[in-house]
């Protein structure tokens, strides 16, 4: 009888001793499995080659929701299915610009919890106010110059070198010799994915199929909004693949282009059954609980413990149910 005990006993601390820090097991959406993402033809792919899709949550601004961006949100984002996670680093607004060695420091932390979960993870220069990406290109080049080098033996990592450009920016002459720039840049230690955004808040990606980037394993970003944005630019979406360039949808919202009304939960489902038919990846806009309808968390839920149902909004019980 002693002995059955204690054989228990050793057996249950052989599986405790394997479980705290063991790695996480790889997803089959994941990067442990998928590896270094490439572009073939239209397609994102995996290391073999094989089409793969990502789907996942985008942090708000991390200078503001940092916490939804730390280990236990991704994992629980992971949880309900995501294999994608977007750290949208603001440089204006008091973001980066403002104190470029603090939020570096979260942009790091943040990607380092994703890739600890076997996520894919996009590190975005979320410019908004700052319309025009020339304006801070000499900070972006370093700022993406050294991640590329902190980073280019990590293949979860993607770079998203200008959230949306608008005001006055063209294409030809801001975003595209801004984008060719950063890329050299990033090339110089990394093969990771980079994406590019176009003027009108990413949706002129038209301009950009006109006069594509030179480089490899790169795609263009398309955000919407399903309670502003409808067939016209689906549309567009569909031309500009006709037209051999790639599409990446690194952010969306449920809500209208302001982040808040609706939620608008037909017109995403048209949305997202449209991209999936693409295999078209996607980030949806917000992880925090903000009182707006775009945010994913109903205001006051915890950021460090596991979440159910109920701690969802409406855009992220629908949201989350597709990835
Ligand atoms: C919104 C946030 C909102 C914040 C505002 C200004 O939801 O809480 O006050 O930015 O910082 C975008 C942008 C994204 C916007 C979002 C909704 O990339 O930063 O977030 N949106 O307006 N493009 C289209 C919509």
Not at 48 to 59: A, C, D, I, K, N
Not at 101 to 129: C, F, N, P, T
Request: glycine share 10%; hydrophobic share 40%; with cysteine.
């Amino acid at each position: 009888m002693l002995e059955r005990i204690v054989s228990v006993l050793i057996s249950a601390a052989m599986l405790c001793a394997s479980l705290p820090d063991a790695a996480p097991p790889s997803s089959p959406g994941g990067a442990k499995a998928n590896g270094w993402l490439q572009v073939v033809g239209t397609q994102l792919c995996n290391e073999r080659g094989e089409p793969l899709v990502l789907h996942g949550m985008s942090s708000h601004g991390l200078h503001w929701f940092g916490q939804y961006a730390g280990r236990q949100a991704i994992m629980n984002t992971k949880a309900f299915g995501a294999n994608l996670f977007r750290v949208a680093m603001y440089t204006g607004e008091g973001g980066y610009l403002s104190q470029p060695e603090a939020i570096k420091a979260q942009a790091v932390a943040a990607v380092d919890a994703a890739v600890a979960e076997d996520m894919y993870v996009i590190i975005d220069w979320h410019i908004l106010s700052d319309g025009n990406p020339m304006a801070h290109a000499d900070e972006a080049e370093a700022f993406f110059s050294e991640m590329a080098r902190r980073y280019k033996d990590t293949p979860n990592v993607l770079y998203e070198i200008c959230n949306e450009p608008n005001g006055g920016a063209t294409w030809q002459g801001d975003v595209k010799p801004y984008a060719q720039r950063i890329l050299k840049a990033i090339r110089a230690h990394s093969r990771g994915l980079v994406l590019v955004g176009s003027p009108t808040w990413s949706q002129d990606i038209h301009l950009a199929a006109e006069d594509p980037l030179e480089g490899e394993n790169l795609l263009y970003t398309l955000h919407f909004y399903a309670g502003t944005h409808g067939q016209w630019l689906r549309d567009r979406i569909d031309e500009v693949r006709a037209r051999g360039l790639p599409v990446f949808v690194s952010e969306w919202g449920a809500s209208a282009a302001d982040g808040s009304g609706g939620v608008f939960l037909q017109e995403s489902a048209q949305w997202l059954d449209f991209l999936e038919e693409r295999h078209i990846s996607w980030a949806n806009w917000s992880l925090c609980d903000k009182n707006e309808t775009s945010a994913a968390l109903k205001p006051g839920t915890p950021a460090g413990r596991p979440w159910t149902q109920e701690d969802l909004s409406p855009s992220a019980a629908f949201v989350f149910g597709r990835f």
